[in-house]
């Protein structure tokens, strides 16, 4: 943790004896109030904020239409239960979501509380409508922190270190991961495909769960061709093809849903992080047929879709037409990619650099540690033969450590703690993002 001002001490103190030890937090500094790419502490200090909340103020924090949104729905009532005395908002934003997710086919929709909670239901609806029972996920995956959540996620620690026995019927098959596999797309799917048939069997498989980009993982952007055979196998073979775009949704990648840029539709998304601009709220959106195979009362939740958290949503979505922050994605990439390459050109410990729109990053490894070979990248954002280039995660932390010293939020990630992701809020001016960029030219 950095250093911190004598006020966020003290509550540092107080939080030690009052909250549990296994939350913990990036850096020991405290809120007191945030815009659009900066966050200022009750000391005084600002920083840069490259993390967004882990992707979820895409329209700024404290955004002026949500704010004005939240304040009339407290006023007019803050809960009721959808579930006992149903509200408008509720279904406003089920309407905008099957008219924003990938697919021309009709839908429905069901809200939640959390990216995990959605994930959750997503496997409930897909054992449901398909009859079987076998989810299978990937190499790298991050799903979350409940128990099936954790038995879906890759990463041992912290996320499921100490916490098992977990869910079964859960089955891990090889991501596309091109920094280290040098496959093309087809091909990694085909390596994959062969391992669900081998030990799952084709027909057995009730779900395809994937992160279009992952998150936690590394933020590895799978070869082009990989998505769409996966889907395809899917479709062929009975299975639900789903996109979990909690971390890529809501345009994120520089479109509303990353897997539209393969032109992927996936047959189940859940989404939640961006949706409502830093409120609590998650959803599936599907296939009309799927959603609805699942009996009255299967799905719910005494706080899903809280009428103040619809009402955020409604004026985040709003807001991201309005500013049309799937532009604002890519002209953030535009601006900071150039200037990520140049400092992967001067630091041979940058391995590469990756992405999309404004979900980016850096995997740092111990410099000639790669294996010789050949690799063929997307939009050239690597270099070139470094496979099996060995991880650096103490570097890795070490650069964040000097960042957070610079005044810059970033956060890392990765099956092997190497990734340094960044994820600016949407509405981040040029010249926050020149000083973010400044700030980690220096930290590293």
Known sequence: MSPSGALSSDIHKRRAAAVARGVSSMISSYVDHASGGTLSDVDGREWVDMA???????????????????????????HTCFMIAPYEGYVAVCEQLNALTPGSFEKRSAL?????????????????????????????AYHGRTNLTMALTAKDMPYKHGFGPFAGEIYRVPMSYPFRDGLAGPDAAALAIGTIEKQ???????????????GEGGFVVPAPGFLPSLAAWAKANGALFVADEIQTGFCRTGDWF?????????????????????????????????MDAVHAGGLGGTYGGNPVACAAALASIETMRELDLCAAARRIESVMLPR?????????????????????ALEIVVPDTATPGSL?????????????????????????????????????????????????????????????????????
């Open 52 to 78: 967004a909340g882990i992707a979820v103020t895409n329209v700024g924090n404290s955004n002026p239409r949500v704010v004005a949104a939240v304040r009339r729905q407290v006023e007019r009532f803050t």
């Open 112 to 140: 939640f509380n959390s990216g995990a909670e959605a994930v959750e239901n997503t496997v409930k609806i897909a054992r449901h409508a398909t009859g079987r029972r076998s989810v299978v996920v990937f190499d790298h």
């Open 200 to 214: 799952v069997g084709a027909d057995q498989v009730a779900a395809v769960l994937i992160e279009p980009i992952q």
């Open 258 to 290: 990353a897997s539209t840029h393969e032109g992927v539709e996936p047959d189940l998304v859940t989404t939640a992080k961006g949706i409502a601009g830093g409120l609590p709220l998650a959803a599936v959106t599907g296939r009309a047929d799927v």
């Open 340 to 360: 990520l390459l140049a400092l992967r050109e001067q630091h041979r410990f940058i391995g590469d650099v990756r992405g999309r729109g404004a979900m980016l």
């Open 376 to 444: 063929t990248a997307e939009r050239g954002f690597a270099r070139g033969a470094p496979l099996g280039a060995t991880p650096d995660p103490v570097k890795t932390a070490e650069i964040q450590r000097r960042a957070h010293e610079a005044g810059l939020l970033l956060l890392t990630c990765g099956t092997y703690g190497n990734v340094i992701r960044l994820l600016p809020p949407l509405v981040m001016d040029d010249p926050t993002l020149d000083r973010a960029l400044t700030a980690l030219a220096r930290s590293l």
